[in-house]
């Protein structure tokens, strides 16, 4: 159960976003959850400083595909800072739930552990939609502006990465 708003953020201890560019993949299965967390990631970057010319969308059919989607978007862009993984699983009758939720976070965990770019796993892995819609900007906040608030601070940390090679 949250405990905690997942929108809460101390700007005054988030880097500036204004000289970083972002790719956000976005699933589109449970699109009112996933568009409600792209929504709450996009504020929350222009909030910090973010430009909306350094933001990059990118669609997939569902959660599985943000794989594919995401290390596509870390090879077609160099530029890019950080990326975001953005979708909604809901637990239904069948085991389907369990392998999707499995694939998704060691493929995100394997992007960032092969590549140079940050993704940043923003998937909601809810037993009912009323848990998704509490995290996707209702009484739980937005798992989307938690998710550009990691970017944002994992940009930055890639930033300083490169100061000390």
Known sequence: ????NLSAYDKETIPNAKDFRFGIVVSEWNPDI???MFQGAFDAILDCGGLKENIVRWNVPGSFELIYGCKKMT?????????????????????????????VAQGIKD???????????????????????????????NKGTEAAIAAIKM???????????
């Open 1 to 4: 159960m949250a405990t905690t």
């Open 34 to 36: 996933t568009n409600g």
């Open 75 to 103: 090879e077609s862009f160099e530029m890019l800072d950080a990326v975001i993984a953005i979708g909604s699983v809901i637990q239904g009758e069948t085991k389907h739930f369990d392998y999707v939720c499995e694939a």
């Open 111 to 141: 992007l960032n552990v092969q590549g140079d770019i940050p993704v940043v796993f923003c998937v909601l892995t809810d037993n009912t939609m009323q848990q998704a819609i509490d995290r996707s900007g209702g009484k739980h906040g």
């Open 155 to 165: 940009a930055q940390l890639k930033k300083d990465a490169k100061f000390y090679k």
